[in-house]
């Protein structure tokens, strides 16, 4: 994998905190390391965010991870001054639910 594979609009976010949504719903913010011509991509300092309407966002630690680039729906750039001041442990919401093609 490598930080400069063309076209795909990730090369100004590598070293970035991005947030991607996945196919399946999930919600993964890390630091965008690397990732190819597939759009796989290598997320470092990684956690999933789980929403609930009963509970605040539960943070799960992931670490280093990879996600293939056929189960990737969206990636964005994550407002860090944004995301601080959110109370996470406050917020209700509904899980996303799978994207359907």
Known sequence: ?????????LESLVDQIISV???DGRNIVGVLKGFDQATN?????????????????QQLVL???IIR????SIV????EELDAS?????????PLKPVIH
């Open 76 to 79: 964005g750039e994550l407002d």
């Open 86 to 94: 959110l109370e996470l442990s406050k917020l209700r919401a509904h």
């Open 41 to 57: 991509i290598i997320l470092d300092e990684s956690h999933e965010r789980v929403y609930s309407t009963k509970e605040g966002v």
């Open 69 to 72: 680039g056929d189960n990737i």
């Open 21 to 23: 949504i996945t196919n």
């Open 1 to 9: 994998m490598s930080t400069g594979a063309g076209g795909t609009g």
């Open 63 to 65: 670490g280093l991870y």
